[in-house]
């Protein structure tokens, strides 16, 4: 398997493709509507799922995206397209909501092990957002690394690092500027053989760019921002797999300039809020205005900012309903105010007898 592996294959996935003595493994490239790009041992071939897979998938994420390593009928495409029958357990999923009313999740990529979060040190420059990057990184299972770029063109650019480091928790947090190689050295000791790696991030922020560094040729195209607000457009069409000259592969993801949270890791992106949470002397506490709050205690010494509490909550009540429909949201609202929906209507009772009086 000496290509696979320089597309990721290791001893898990090699082990559990051991369970399927009759099939072949490799890895999807690229998708193209129904039909997959698929990387195996003996070269490159064109895929699709089973009529049994599809029979028996359920869900959007039950079937095969740029990533996964699966177990195919053949290795080439001497014979026609190869058919898929299985996907090997993801080690990481990196999902975020499906477009439209749909509430299931998407995923983007899977067996990913690094996720480069970048934001330009410009307009671009949020950290609400990269706190939602955050914990949808974290969540995915793969390790996020912060890459803040264009710092030339900011006037205290140290003052962000701070800040970002301050909310980036367990995350390395790199400053790189537009005017030389200081990307492509801060990236480069993640990557090495066997290794897969995505950059994620808002239009314009430069990830185009970095990975064309780190290809050595320009196979991402790029176009030129916007100068009322610094923002580009994207420029790729689909996710696709790169393999690197210098070893390792990226995933290219366009169409993440708006990441709806399917789910979130908040224990890893709001550590410091729930290390505070666990000190309160409530374990039902909601930090509004119990005695012995240690989250309201932190806010009023100047331990943990408003803002941050504010993006705390908003993130965990999103990723909280994200999977319920308007009803069920509704019932949740419900509960949350009241209680239950007897209680609410109880209520109700109780003000209309009053009005009357």
Known sequence: ?????????????AK??????????????????DLYRVVTDSGELLAQVS???????????????????????????????????FILTRKSAFRRKA????????????????????MSMDENYNL??????????????????????????????????????????GADVHVTTSLDDSVSKCV???????????????????????INKLLGS????????????????????????????????????PGMRELGIDSADISKSFADIDALVSKCRFTDCSHTN??????????????LSTDRYESYLKIKQEAAYSSLNSRQIENEKITRMFGSKNEMKQMMKEIKKKNRR
Not at 140 to 163: R, W
Not at 293 to 300: G, L, N, S
């Open 290 to 303: 119990e005695p012995g709050c240690a989250v309201m205690a932190a806010i009023k010494n100047g331990e």
């Open 99 to 118: 477009a439209g009313a749909s509430h299931d999740a998407q995923i983007v990529a899977s067996n990913i092990d690094f996720v480069f979060i970048c």
């Open 218 to 253: 320009d196979r991402i195209k790029t176009s030129e921002t916007r100068q009322k607000d610094g923002r580009g457009r994207h420029t790729s069409t689909r996710r696709e797999m790169l393999l690197l000259p210098n070893g390792g592969v990226v995933i290219d993801t």
């Open 51 to 85: 009529g049994k897979y599809a029979f028996s998938a359920k869900l959007a994420e039950d079937y095969p995206v740029v990533g996964d390593f699966v177990m195919l009928d053949r290795g080439t495409d001497d014979a026609g397209n190869g058919i898929i029958h």
């Open 1 to 13: 398997m000496s290509n696979l592996i320089n597309f990721g294959m290791n001893e898990k996935f």
């Open 128 to 169: 609400r957002r990269l706190e939602r990057y955050l914990s949808v990184a974290w969540d995915s299972g793969a390790t996020p690394v912060v890459i803040l770029t264009k710092s030339d063109l900011c006037e205290h650019p140290d003052i962000l690092y701070n800040e970002v480091l301050s909310v980036a928790i």
């Open 16 to 33: 559990e493709a051991t369970a399927y003595p009759n099939l072949i493994p490799g890895r999807v490239m690229s998708q193209y509507r």
């Open 188 to 210: 480069h000791p993640y990557l090495k053989t066997g290794v897969t790696a995505c950059f994620i991030g808002s239009s314009g922020v430069g990830k185009s760019t970095m």
